[in-house]
């Protein structure tokens, strides 16, 4: 493979990559906010990302990521009391 056919597969990754994440936004429109965090993280946004998307700071996106991931940890831990009993 030429270096300039290798150039061209990775400039439409890139694209692909970038309307893969920009429909992950879409989706995300009118959700609540940590809904929106939540969404764009899994779509694979960085929390510097995420906070530009959404007009706030990183640290307010690393904070609510911090939180959702602590709810699902505690309800992780709560299934598996319950699956015990």
Do not use: C, W
Not at 6 to 23: M, N
């Amino acid at each position: 493979m030429s270096k300039d056919t290798r150039y061209e597969y990775e400039v439409i990754r890139q694209e692909l990559d970038r309307l893969a994440r920009l429909l992950a936004l879409s989706l995300s429109k009118g959700l609540p906010f940590r809904e929106q965090v939540k969404n764009l993280d899994l779509a694979g946004f960085s929390p510097s990302e995420i906070a530009k998307l959404l007009g706030t700071t990183s640290v307010s996106v690393r904070v609510t990521l911090y939180h959702i991931r602590q709810a699902e940890r505690s309800k992780r831990a709560r299934q598996a009391r319950r699956a015990r009993k």
